[in-house]
């Protein structure tokens, strides 16, 4: 023990002496700064006013910079970048010093992306997010990210054929963003992040059908797929991922019916299958969802009639179902007013024709009145709605006239 001291003690003093003129002109240009010099430098080659302190709270920029509170220097644990100029640079070596960043961001930063990461940066990294930045993001940059839980991309192109290029390594990922990015190839059929909570692919290029196995991803809260190429059946699986709130498949080319077993997903609160091919009639059980504030059915092939009465749809936020050409109303439980932008049935359960017309041409009320003269009159064709309204009217108009006649003479008769 008293050895070892004897010998460490110079060097001791001999690093304290070529520290101290440093340490000693930092605490004088940034009073009560305490970042790693190096660090410091990172940030200033990034444009960061070297007179501001990146450790303070709340930090300069909105937050750009937040520090762990190590000793006697303090470390960078997250980094944001935003509406950077475009010939920032952001070299290997700079990256290399910010290797102890839990978190990243670009915001508004089209600079040119870094070809990789250093690898302790790489596995310190949990959350990385790019949003309309680095031009494009190569798929050999986010691979080996395998510590993960938030990857959030969106508007910048993804080079790589599929995501399960990305995400192979990320077991960790909690919530995962990469949206308007072109990235093609198909859903993953396997997953490593089983704990995934929160999943958006929308507006991109992916193809195929949605593999059962996205059962897997049993914690999944929101799924987003909307526009996308995408086909084939919502599978039955669904019903398993029992803790989803907000769906969205809009805007592909899925086809078939919803399926029955939709109806375990009780904490839905969002559901928007619009501008599909979806066929069937619509399952009952969306009324016994208690949480649920949007239904979005729009621009696909439903039909039958809307199994719903108005205390349920009053309840919703947003309720679409037009766009369904075979799809109607019963105007006995559905108001014309609620404007569903679809036909009322006739006592078949079909929609009257010609419903587009009348929509179009007269409103609310003609819509009305045409749905009240089927319900009261029991007998021809329903297209014959309009010019049993305009008997009616006839025969109320002669009555009145009778009337008033009648009047006439009773008060000469009288008087
Ligand atoms: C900065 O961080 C503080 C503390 O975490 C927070 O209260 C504040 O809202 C943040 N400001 C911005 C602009 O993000
Ligand atoms: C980036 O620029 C936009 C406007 O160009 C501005 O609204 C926004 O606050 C800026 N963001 C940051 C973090 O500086
Ligand atoms: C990253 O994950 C690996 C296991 O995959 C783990 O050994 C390592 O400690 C993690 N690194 C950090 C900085 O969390
Ligand atoms: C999007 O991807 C397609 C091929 O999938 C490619 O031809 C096109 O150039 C890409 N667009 C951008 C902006 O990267
Ligand atoms: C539907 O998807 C296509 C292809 O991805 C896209 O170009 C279009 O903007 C989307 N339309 C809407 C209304 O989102
Ligand atoms: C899905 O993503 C689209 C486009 O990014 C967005 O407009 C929509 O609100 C999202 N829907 C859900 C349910 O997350
Ligand atoms: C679901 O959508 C609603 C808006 O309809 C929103 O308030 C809520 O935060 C979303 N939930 C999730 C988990 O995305
Ligand atoms: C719905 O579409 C599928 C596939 O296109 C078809 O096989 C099925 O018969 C259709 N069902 C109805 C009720 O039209
Ligand atoms: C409307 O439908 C819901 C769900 O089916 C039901 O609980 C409620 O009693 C109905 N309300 C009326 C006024 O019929
Ligand atoms: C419309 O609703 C009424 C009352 O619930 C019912 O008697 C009638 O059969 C329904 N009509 C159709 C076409 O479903």
């Known amino acids: 023990m008293s050895s070892s001291k004897n010998t460490s003690f110079p060097l001791l003093t001999v690093s304290l002496f070529l520290l101290l003129p440093f340490s000693y002109s930092l605490s004088l240009t940034r009073p009560g700064s305490s970042l790693d010099p190096r660090q410091l430098t990172a940030l200033e080659s990034l444009g960061f006013p070297s007179t501001r302190d990146a450790c303070a ?96 991309l969106t508007g910048v192109p993804v080079m790589v054929s599929a995501p399960i290029m990305i995400i192979s390594n990320m077991a960790d990922l909690t919530s995962l963003t990469i949206s308007n990015a ?61 803790s989803l709130k907000n769906v969205s498949l809009s805007n592909n080319t899925f086809f078939g019916s919803i399926p029955s077993s939709l109806s375990d997903l009780i904490d839905l609160v969002q559901l928007d299958l619009s501008s599909n091919q979806f066929n069937g009639s619509i399952p009952t059980f969306f009324s016994g969802m208690k949480k649920l504030r949007v239904l979005n059915l729009e621009n696909n092939n439903f039909q039958g009639v809307i199994p719903f009465n108005s205390s349920f749809i009053s309840k919703l936020e947003v309720f679409k179902v037009g766009g369904n050409s075979n799809l109607c109303y019963n105007h006995t439980m559905l108001s014309s007013k609620l404007k569903l932008g679809i036909a009322p049935c006739n006592r078949y359960g079909l929609p009257m024709s010609p419903p587009g017309d009348h929509l179009r041409s007269d409103g609310s009320d ?46 000469k008769v009288c008087g």
Not at 380 to 409: Q, T
């Open 366 to 411: 003609d819509m009305d009145d045409y749905g009240e003269a089927d319900s009261s009159h029991n007998g021809d064709g329903d297209h014959r709605g309009p010019s049993k309204v305009v008997l009616g009217v006839a025969i109320g108009l002669s009555c009145l006239v009778f009337l008033v006649i009648f009047l006439v003479c009773l008060s």
């Open 182 to 242: 072109n990235m093609s190839g198909p859903v993953p059929h396997h997953w490593h992040c089983l704990d995934l909570v929160h999943l958006d692919f929308s507006f991109n290029r992916l193809k195929g059908v949605i593999p059962g196995t996205i059962s897997m991803l049993g914690s999944l809260q929101t799924l987003n797929l909307s526009s996308n190429f995408l086909t084939g059946y919502i599978p039955d699986s669904i019903g398993d991922m029992v």
């Open 57 to 152: 709270v709340p930090s300069p920029r909105d937050n750009a910079t937040s520090c762990d509170a190590a000793s006697p220097f303090r470390h960078l644990i997250s980094l944001r970048l935003a509406n950077c100029s475009t010939d920032l640079d952001l070299p290997y070596t700079v990256l290399q010093s910010l290797s102890t960043l839990k978190s990243i961001s670009f915001l508004n930063c089209p600079i040119p992306p870094p070809r990789r990461l250093p690898p302790q940066l790489a596995s310190s990294l949990h959350s990385f997010s790019c949003i309309s930045s680095l031009r494009r993001v190569p798929g050999a940059l986010l691979s080996p990210l395998r510590n993960l839980t938030e990857l959030y």
